[in-house]
């Protein structure tokens, strides 16, 4: 990831015993977001969009797959709107933009 990914802007979120989120982010597109499946629901990934929004004041955009539909709810709820649809270059599958303008 180191790699793929520097240099961008990274927030992990952890407990105690591990690392259970991460956000990826650079020039206010978040590329990577991802929190654990057992602990979903409980805040995490809210307090990593809303750093990325501290840090990217005048907007994000993010592209997420078109099936994800619980990743899109979540966005959605967090002021972002889709967007352009798209085919994902990895995987071909559909894919939609979301964007956040404050």
Known sequence: MQNEYAP???WVATTKERIVGFLVAKDGVISQIFVDVDIQRSGV???L???AKKIYPDGLKLTTLEQNVNARQFYEKH???PGLRG???INEQSNIEYCWNP
């Open 8 to 10: 961008s802007d990274v």
């Open 45 to 47: 990934g809210t307090t």
């Open 49 to 51: 969009l809303n750093q």
């Open 79 to 81: 002021g972002f709107v």
């Open 87 to 89: 085919i994902n270059p």
